[in-house]
């Protein structure tokens, strides 16, 4: 009888460690896209399209799941943003669904496609 609690023991210990470990990446991976980023380049099909207005930009979300976009004519656009479980698409205020492609804490690149204009990427610093 000891040997099977000593065996429950260690399945209950191991089996909470992956319950652990699996929440700490999905907040890992939220955590790497709440900041300021920069817009370094915006391009489709390798061309850089972005607008004068664009060109610098300010993307900053923030860990309340609301953003702001600040351009370089003094627009700005608010809203809200939610990153799937899976942080394989970024979406903005429930509409728009960016995949992306790559996200580290110095670099994050998303991709959507703009209807007959072809698939646009945006890359920040």
């Known amino acids: 009888m000891k040997k099977l609690g000593y065996l429950f023991l260690i399945a209950i210990v191991t089996l909470s460690g992956f319950l652990i470990a699996s929440c700490k990446k999905e907040a890992t991976e939220t955590n790497m896209i709440i900041r300021n980023w920069t817009l370094a380049s915006k391009t489709i099909a390798g061309l850089n399209v972005a607008t004068d207005c664009e060109k610098l930009s ?49 670099k994050l690149v998303i991709e959507f496609q703009v209807g007959d204009i072809g698939l646009t990427r945006w890359s920040f610093n």
């Open 58 to 106: 300010k993307w900053n979300f923030k860990s309340d799941g609301t953003y702001a976009i600040y351009d370089s004519c003094d627009k700005t656009q608010t809203g809200t943003w939610k990153l799937a479980e899976d942080a394989k698409t970024l979406t903005l205020d429930n509409v728009t669904a960016y995949a992306v492609i790559e996200s580290t804490l110095g």
